[in-house]
């Protein structure tokens, strides 16, 4: 056997940008998620060749200063935790101080930033990290091009641009639905797709999910103390071929997770036919406490410490919802 060795850091970064960076849309997430997670009440995305050639995404949040900026490409390098016990209740999306660190291991990256009453912008070049004075207003603007230019074995997994422009599209919709108080553009080879206002969630999410969700969903709004749904259900005659319409967002982060799924599809289990899927769009709050969202690193799965209480809690919210808008139908028709 070879000797042991230690990996260049280089190198341990490329080994974590595989969980880290799948695809063009896992950096917009990234990115999406800082910044949110700096503040911003604007943030606009813009792709060239379904982000492939090029990811901007610009923000008018806090900025980070000469010396922050120089530590935030560096790995396990995070402003968001400084123990355990900040794990244990984070409510920032990210925290593990590693998305960056990834993301400029294999691909040409830049950050301007401006902190917030710092009179001077700078700019790291991921490339040998250099850091020198730049020209900005406000905020962050971070640049990921030619996304695994070094690393050829993955750039082969790429699919075509449609597809990858797809899954960017994906998860800026996820953003802009779990933030309709932040303002949005999306732009893809220099074409403006989306432009955001900020607003309430109704208006979102109609604008996101289109005038026919909204026409058939109703509000759900449950509140336990502890735990709190709201959101959009829609009723049964919307249902669809398949699960592009269910968002599922626990404390403002999108999550894939089976039990809540679960529970929403009992709630539909007496009105809507085994082949058909329910369309949602749904907000679950609780305490950070009780919640795991460091189960995966691109935290998309998560583990409820009570997670029979938080299946019943959602399941009667939904079933309550339809059961009323039922009621409500069956008034019309009977009056
Ligand atoms: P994490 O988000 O887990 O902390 P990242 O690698 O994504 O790790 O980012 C590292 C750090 O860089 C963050 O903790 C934050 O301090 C800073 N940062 C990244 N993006 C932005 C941004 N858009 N605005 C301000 N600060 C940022
Ligand atoms: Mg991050």
């Known amino acids: 056997?070879?000797?042991?060795?230690?990996?260049?850091?280089?190198?341990?970064?490329?080994?974590?940008?595989?969980?880290?960076?799948?695809?063009?849309?896992?950096?917009?997430?990234?990115?999406?998620?800082?910044?949110?997670?700096?503040?911003?009440?604007?943030?606009?995305?813009?792709?060239?060749?379904?982000?492939?050639?090029?990811?901007?995404?610009?923000?008018?949040?806090?900025?980070?200063?000469?010396?922050?900026?120089?530590?935030?490409?560096?790995?396990?390098?995070?402003?968001?935790?400084?123990?355990?016990?900040?794990?244990?209740?984070?409510?920032?999306?990210?925290?593990?101080?590693?998305?960056?660190?990834?993301?400029?291991?294999?691909?040409?990256?830049?950050?301007?930033?401006?902190?917030?009453?710092?009179?001077?912008?700078?700019?790291?070049?991921?490339?040998?990290?250099?850091?020198?004075?730049?020209?900005?207003?406000?905020?962050?603007?971070?640049?990921?091009?030619?996304?695994?230019?070094?690393?050829?074995?993955?750039?082969?997994?790429?699919?075509?641009?449609?597809?990858?422009?797809?899954?960017?599209?994906?998860?800026?919709?996820?953003?802009?639905?779990?933030?309709?108080?932040?303002?949005?553009?999306?732009?893809?080879?220099?074409?403006?797709?989306?432009?955001?206002p900020p607003t309430d969630p109704a208006r979102r999410i109609g604008a996101l999910m289109g005038d026919d969700f909204i026409e058939h969903a109703r509000q759900v709004e449950a509140d336990a103390g502890v735990l709190r749904l709201s959101g959009f259900a829609c009723v049964p005659a919307y249902s669809r071929a398949n699960r592009d319409a269910q968002y599922f967002f626990v404390n403002g982060r999108f999550v894939r997770d089976k039990l809540l799924a679960h529970a929403a599809r009992q709630a539909y289990a007496d009105v809507l036919h085994g082949q058909r899927h329910p369309a949602y769009v749904l907000f679950l709050e609780l305490d950070p406490s009780g919640v795991d969202v460091n189960v995966h690193p691109a935290k998309i799965e998560v583990r409820f410490r009570e997670a029979r209480a938080v299946h019943q809690f959602v399941f009667h919210a939904i079933s309550r919802a339809l059961a009323e808008s039922g009621a409500a139908l069956a008034a019309e028709r009977d009056p």
Request: hydrophobic fraction near 45%; aromatic fraction near 4%; include cysteine.
């Open 1 to 196: 056997m070879p000797a042991i060795r230690q990996l260049p850091d280089l190198l341990i970064n490329q080994i974590a940008a595989g969980e880290v960076v799948e695809r063009p849309a896992s950096v917009v997430k990234e990115l999406l998620e800082n910044a949110l997670d700096a503040g911003a009440r604007a943030i606009e995305i813009q792709l060239e060749q379904g982000g492939v050639r090029r990811i901007r995404i610009g923000d008018d949040g806090c900025g980070m200063d000469k010396a922050d900026l120089a530590l935030a490409l560096d790995r396990h390098a995070t402003s968001k935790i400084a123990s355990l016990d900040d794990l244990e209740r984070v409510g920032t999306m990210g925290f593990r101080g590693e998305a960056l660190a990834a993301i400029s291991a294999v691909a040409r990256t830049t950050i301007t930033s401006r902190a917030t009453g710092s009179a001077h912008a700078w700019r790291i070049d991921g490339a040998d990290r250099s850091v020198a004075p730049a020209a900005l207003d406000a905020g962050t603007v971070v640049e990921v091009a030619d996304l695994y230019f070094n690393t050829p074995a993955r750039r082969k997994f790429l699919k075509t641009e449609p597809t990858e422009l797809a899954h960017c599209d994906e998860m800026f919709r996820r953003a802009a639905l779990a933030r309709p108080d932040v303002a949005f553009q999306f732009a893809h080879n220099a074409r403006v797709s989306h432009r955001l």
